[in-house]
């Protein structure tokens, strides 16, 4: 059993994901660290992905704008 296939079935149960290994449990806790660490990393930059998309879509609508105003037209 692998630990991704360990964690998916006990979840973060670091003395489960210890004795279905038969690794040490700090060992198990390091793992666990580190994968929610990983998955901490993964939702972080998504959501700055997502917020700098919006951003751009923003900004591009804003100017949009401004182009319209100083132009004379209203939209």
């Not at 919006?54 to 704008?65: D, E, G, I, L, P």
């Amino acid at each position: 059993m692998t630990f991704s296939e360990a964690y998916a079935v006990h979840g973060p149960d670091t003395i489960a994901i210890s004795r279905a290994l038969d690794i040490p449990e700090h060992e198990a806790d390091r793992r666990i660290s580190e994968e929610l660490n990983k998955r901490h990393v993964e939702r972080v930059e998504k959501q700055a992905r997502k917020t700098a998309a919006y951003n751009q879509a923003y900004n591009v609508r804003r100017r949009s704008r401004l182009r319209e105003i100083r132009a004379g037209r209203s939209a």
